[in-house]
């Protein structure tokens, strides 16, 4: 089954076949970039912008570094600093930029639904890069892939998310992916960053950490903002630490061969001992920034394949 | 000159009854209510066979947003009385949200002003209770009930200064004026856009608890028995908060309540992909808090019934869920949209009018909302099966921000009089 998306919008419209037709285009995609192959030119002649309404290095780059392997011509527009000061609004700012008829368009947007809204007004294929507390899916993706490697599996597997659940789109794209593959969520957390109505999500819920881990495949943290941590959420950076930060004597409840993830960036000290972290026997995080440019190049790629077919239809459809 | 509507179904939600009549007006009053046209029609100087339509008391719409002054071209008073008129309201009770607050008597006398020249329905304002809705000082009560203010709310802006809100509350307890708030906790929805549940999280879009609600409602019952002032609230939305009011109706308060008819007819669920034009104040509630609302409104514990016409033009709702404005215009969807209700079963024709018309006239000491005689001839006559599907752009309002758009509705008005003054259809497209 191939994949039909126009968008990549969020995981929720995605069918399982078409998450492993991805992951399996990006596993390809991994391999070459380890061995230095050229990735070829699934994207030459496509003009790839970068809105980032919301100040980031990683995803950012990562996306721009995708593009530039699969030989798009990569614009990063700085909207943080020009119009949307100015008032301009968010239709009138996608307005101006579809008259400039760019092809691949990666927005990340501080609020909830704003990269659904813009994809309504534009004739490109539009990928989320985070919006909001709604949903970041090429970070599922990546982590989906990550997991995929390291365990052989992406399904029947028990896997918790820990940590501030309630303001992450992180977590929300993950529990749909491996809900859609068919694994085991746990949400490990405290309650003050649990999100209301989670009882209906269908995971399985822990307030203990010990106690949420045990004999997980897989441990994935969240970061936690510092800005949550002054006595809001959790009453203090060492109480939350002492209590939800993953260090080896938390690990040790998870099963031997438990995999630790974090999408970045990390505190170290807050959320996850920095020695574990380290780890490369337990630790993946830097296999999922590698991972992170495939997932990106499979998505893009996928997505201008699905452009060119839809312009084509439309050319003949005209002519 | 004396006027008779016959062959009516008439609806008199006081006697709660729903029978075949005929209806005589004269000098913008109900002369006399008939079983059945008389013999000779020569002594009326128009007859209108009404076919069988319903016929009721015209709808009392209260805490309506007209944007005179400071966003006349959101709504005017032109544009809101047209909406009312074509929707069978013929009171529309205004809120003073508008900007500047309508928090002065000169203010007042503006809005009243520009009532009497554009506005085909009858206006009644209701001011400002704290200066500049600012929860801090009180309004001048007093000139402004002079005015013709007839309640008094800072809308659905919490004031979060108990001292000064039961300040307020004891002055206008010496005026027996009433005043009108919005029970909500300001802390626990600050910042939050929708009814917290598994629908908002998987939105990822800010939420409080449906609790907040009743927090608020049970501070400001409180307040109205320590204070003694007279007190309706302006929504009341969700199942947790109803034991209390009930309580404090049994034990002898003076308080009512009111709901809007997007509350009764939709749930937080209908946001599905962000629709801005389901953004409201408060948010849209859970189907068990909808169902609940709409069995109190049934009981007659839910005293009122409106639309809480809150008109946004298109660049105000073309935003972010978080970012657009709240509200939606209801005026001329009102009556449609609550006989979804009726046409559920959940609801009698009469207890319809009864919470649409006779009991906001009766908070607000009113002489309409009846069928009776010596009653102001303010009527509403319609269609109740005549099936459409909305298209917003044909609403009068100025904004076109509803819920309802592209939705099957049942019932048409087809006659709207105010003061025995027929105002819809409009004369010239009669």
Redesign the interface.
């Known amino acids: 089954m191939p994949f039909r998306q126009p968008h990549l919008l969020g995981i929720e419209p995605l069918h399982p076949v078409e998450i492993t037709t991805l992951l399996d285009l990006a596993d390809a995609y991994a391999e070459r970039n380890r061995k230095g192959l050229p990735a070829g030119d699934a994207l030459a002649g496509l003009t790839q912008v970068n809105m980032f309404f919301e100040p980031s290095t990683r995803t950012q780059s990562s996306f721009e570094l995708a593009g530039k392997r699969l030989g798009a011509s990569v614009m990063n527009m700085g909207v943080a600093a020009s119009s949307v000061k100015k008032g301009e ?3 009138d700012t996608a307005l101006t930029l579809n008259a400039m008829r760019p092809d691949l368009l990666v927005v990340r ?1 501080p ?4 990269v ?2 813009l994809a309504q007004k534009v004739q490109c294929a539009v990928l989320n890069a985070g ?5 970041h899916p090429t970070q599922a993706l990546l982590d989906a892939l990550t997991i995929r490697r390291a365990k052989g599996r992406l399904h029947r597997l028990s896997i918790a998310i820990c940590g501030d659940i309630a303001h992450s ?1 992180v977590a ?1 794209s993950n529990i749909l992916l491996l809900h859609k593959m068919e694994n085991r969520v746990r949400l490990v957390a405290p309650p003050t960053l649990l ?4 009882d ?2 269908g995971c399985e819920v822990f307030t203990d950490m010990e106690e949420g881990l045990r004999g997980v495949d897989v441990v994935m943290m969240l970061r936690l903002q510092r800005e949550r941590m002054d006595g809001g959420f959790v009453p203090s950076e060492r109480e939350y630490f002492h209590r939800y930060g993953l260090d080896a004597a938390k690990l040790a409840h998870a099963a031997p061969d438990a995999i630790v993830m974090h999408p970045g960036p990390m505190n170290r000290g807050v959320e996850i001992d920095g020695t574990l972290a380290d780890d490369i026997n337990r630790s993946v995080i830097q296999t999922q920034v590698e991972m992170g440019v495939a997932v990106r190049m499979a998505a893009m790629d996928l997505l201008a394949q699905n452009l060119r077919a839809a312009r084509g239809r439309a050319a003949l459809g005209e002519g | 000159m004396t006027t008779l509507i016959h062959n009516a179904v008439l609806i008199d939600p006081e006697a709660g009854t729903e029978r075949p009549g005929a209806l005589v007006l004269k000098d913008g009053a109900i002369l006399d209510i008939l079983p059945a046209a008389p013999e000779s029609l020569d002594r009326f100087a128009a007859v209108l066979d009404a076919d069988r339509r319903h016929l009721a008391p015209g709808i009392v719409d209260w805490g309506v947003k007209v944007s005179e002054p400071g966003e006349r071209h959101k709504e005017s008073f032109r544009s809101a009385g047209l909406a009312a008129a074509a929707g069978g309201v013929t009171t529309m009770v205004t809120r003073p949200d508008t900007h500047p607050a309508i928090d002065t008597p000169e203010i007042l006398e503006f809005v009243a002003r520009r009532a009497a020249q554009d506005s085909p329905v009858r206006v009644l304002p209701m001011a400002a209770l704290t200066k500049g809705r600012e929860g801090r000082e009180m309004t001048e009560i007093g000139f402004l009930r002079d005015a013709g203010a007839v309640a008094f709310t800072d809308g659905d802006r919490v004031t979060e200064d108990t001292r000064a809100l039961s300040r307020a509350l004891t002055y206008a307890r010496s005026l027996d004026a009433l005043v009108v708030t919005h029970p909500q906790d300001p802390g626990l929805s600050r910042g939050a856009v929708m009814t ?12 409080v ?1 449906p609790m907040a609600e009743r927090l608020g409602l049970d501070r400001d019952l409180t307040l109205a028995r320590m204070t003694g002032a007279r007190l309706h609230l302006d929504q009341i939305t969700t199942a947790a908060a109803l034991p209390a009011l009930e309580r404090a109706k049994a034990s002898g308060l003076d308080v009512t309540a009111g709901v809007s008819v997007h509350h009764l007819t939709l749930n937080d669920f209908d946001v599905g ?2 629709r801005t034009f389901f953004k409201l104040v408060p948010p849209l509630r859970q189907e068990e808090d909808r169902e609940a609302a709409v069995e109190a409104l049934a009981s007659g514990l839910i005293d009122c019934l409106g639309s809480q016409h809150t008109p946004q033009d298109e ?1 105000s709702k ?6 657009a404005a709240p509200g939606a215009v209801g005026l001329e969807l009102l009556l449609p949209a609550s006989l979804r209700l009726v046409h559920a079963g959940r609801l009698t024709l009469p207890a319809l009018f009864r919470a649409l018309s006779l009991n906001p006239s009766r908070r607000l000491g009113l002489p309409t909302g009846r069928l009776a005689k010596g009653a102001p001839a303010d009527l509403v006559l319609f269609d109740m099966n005549a099936p459409f599907v909305l298209d917003r752009w044909t609403l009068r309002s100025k904004s076109k921000n509803t819920p309802f758009d592209g939705a099957r509705l049942q019932g048409r008005v087809r006659g709207t009089w105010v003061a025995g003054r027929r105002v819809w259809p409009v004369p010239e497209d009669r």
Do not use: V
């Open positions: 609004t968010l239709i947007h609020m909830s639904g704003a659904d809204l919006d909001g507390r709604h949903e789109r929300r999100p209301p109505g989670i209906a999500f | 917290s549940g598994k629908f908002a999280s998987l939105r990822g879009l800010p939420a608890s992909d962000y660049e073309r935003l972010p869920f978080e970012a």
